[in-house]
């Protein structure tokens, strides 16, 4: 098993560019998990999901939008990227809310 | 609302030195507490939890016990290796929201041979 998988690892967007970072999981994983850790700071949830077709938002969702059309994948998509959303962004999924397994992080920085 | 708060690393120690990585915490009820850990490169994975007062998390020879009446949770190890360096992560499941963990900033521990 691969476990959760996140591509790319690292990424530059200049002000106002767009992209998708992508997660997949090949634990058949309900719950699904998007965050984003600044440094020196803790995780901050932006979206999850409980399962196809069902998502919603974090504590930080604005500039970030998501879908889950699929068990597997749970891609986030940045739209008209800024500086503030320079930051490292982790993947997770669960069977249950509690023990999380993460994927290894994309680093994005946006100039 | 809901808050995590972990001491400030880096921690450096030697190899067989005694760890205490310190997280307390701050919540209405009674939150499930976790520690997980981020080794070079990698995801977090699940170091160990505490589901109620006055239980004790253990795995890989850290352990840690859930005190309500000090509201902490800190981890400690008796004899760490150069292994064990990594970023640790305290966090607590917010029981008002069955989704959300909330996080401490993590700490950095270096293990010197």
């Known amino acids: 098993n691969a476990g959760v998988t996140q591509t790319p690892k690292f990424r530059i967007l200049k002000i106002g560019q767009s992209m998708t970072l992508q997660c997949t999981q090949d634990m058949n994983h309900n719950y699904m998990y998007w965050y984003r850790q600044d440094p020196g700071m803790g995780l901050k949830l932006i979206y999850y999901s409980v399962g196809a077709g069902i998502t919603d938002k974090g504590e930080v969702p604005n500039g970030y939008n998501v879908s889950r059309s699929t068990t597997e994948d749970f891609p986030l998509r940045l739209e008209l990227a800024a500086p503030s959303q320079t930051s490292v962004y982790f993947c997770?999924?669960?069977?249950?809310?509690?023990?999380?397994?993460f994927g290894p992080g994309t680093r994005l920085t946006v100039l | 609302g809901d808050s995590v708060t972990q001491m400030e690393g880096p921690v450096t120690l030697s190899e067989e030195a005694f760890l205490t990585i310190n997280c307390t915490y701050t919540a209405t009820g009674y939150p499930s507490l976790f520690w997980y850990v981020q080794y070079p490169g990698e995801g977090l994975q699940l170091l160990l939890k505490?589901?109620?007062a006055d239980d004790k998390g253990s795995n890989k020879g850290f352990e840690a016990t859930y005190r309500k009446e000090t509201t902490s949770f800190h981890l400690e190890k008796g004899s760490v290796q150069v292994s064990d360096s990594a970023v640790y992560f305290c966090a607590l499941r917010d029981m008002d929201s069955n989704y959300q963990l909330i996080w401490g900033a993590g700490t950095k521990l270096i293990i010197k041979p």
């Open positions: 997770a999924s669960s069977y249950s809310p509690e023990s999380l397994y």
């Open positions: 505490a589901t109620k």
